[in-house]
């Protein structure tokens, strides 16, 4: 079967760091354009960051340049790297899987708080 399986959220500082990791297992992880998306309470879900199976990545304006997003294909698993965090970053973070069929994972929550 597919998972998803996200790691690395929590809670942290304004200013601070954290690094979200994105397991897949049950695909062709080589095959698939990843993503991480967020949702927010009362907002709708938005793409944070994306990266094609070719190694292209585009990025909301909100976190370009502080956030990056990879991929080790050997290691079927997708990274968002987050620096310089703001409160307005807290949301629930969820991994994507796109093909001819998309697979989300379970979401893991990111606060940002003082």
């Known amino acids: 079967q597919v998972q998803l399986v996200e790691s690395g959220g929590g809670l942290v500082q304004p200013g601070g760091s954290l690094r979200l990791s994105c397991a897949a297992s049950?695909?062709?992880?080589?095959?698939?354009?990843m993503g991480w998306y967020r949702q927010a309470p009362g907002k709708q879900r938005e793409l944070v960051a994306g990266?094609?199976?070719?190694?292209?990545?585009n990025y909301a304006d909100s976190v370009k340049g502080r956030f990056t997003i990879s991929r080790d294909n050997a290691k079927n698993t997708l990274y968002l790297q987050m620096n310089s965090l703001k409160p307005d970053d807290t949301a629930v973070y969820y991994c994507?899987?796109?093909?001819?069929?998309?697979?989300w994972g379970q979401g893991t929550q990111v606060t940002v708080s003082s």
């Open positions: 994507k899987a796109a093909s001819h069929y998309d697979y």
């Open positions: 990266i094609t199976r070719a190694g292209s990545t």
């Open positions: 049950g695909i062709i992880f080589s095959l698939y354009d």
